[in-house]
Nanobody
Framework: HVQLVESGGGSVQAGGSLRLSCTASGYTYSIGCMGWFRQAPGKEREGVAVGSTGGGSTYYADSVKGRFTISQDNAKNTLYLQMNSPKPEDTAMYYC????????????????????WGQGTQVTVS
């Protein structure tokens, strides 16, 4: 089993920056794809960014391309989401998620593929 714990959320002004972290524990060697989803009040959960844990493939939602960057520190079993120039519409609960397969094109649209989820961290942009 895998446990995911997010941190780093909070309030930020539009145009500022914020970095989210997600630390994995348990059978971390089984993770192939790991990333971030978000859910705003009254909206469905949507994919933000994912990356293959072995390096290489990364995928971003069009709404965050050029502003958000996903990265990982394998030694710390930690995934990051660097949020630059956030906008009020980025306000949401952000969730870390992972599954055992590799990331693939379109995976951001298939949240059911993700077996493991964190509890979420709130991001508010004003």
């Amino acid at each position: 089993h895998v446990q995911l714990v997010e941190s780093g959320g909070g309030s930020v002004q539009a145009g500022g920056s914020l970095r989210l972290s997600c630390t994995a524990s348990g059978y971390t060697y089984s993770i192939g794809c790991m990333g971030w989803f978000r859910q705003a009040p009254g909206k469905e959960r949507e994919g933000v960014a994912v990356g293959s844990t072995g390096g290489g493939s990364t995928y971003y939602a069009d709404s965050v391309k050029g502003r958000f960057t996903i990265s990982q520190d394998n030694a710390k079993n930690t995934l990051y989401l660097q949020m630059n120039s956030p906008k009020p519409e980025d306000t949401a609960m952000y969730y870390c998620a992972a599954f055992g397969g590799d990331c693939y094109v379109g995976v951001l649209s298939y949240r059911a593929d993700f077996s493991y989820w964190g509890q979420g961290t709130q991001v508010t942009v004003s």
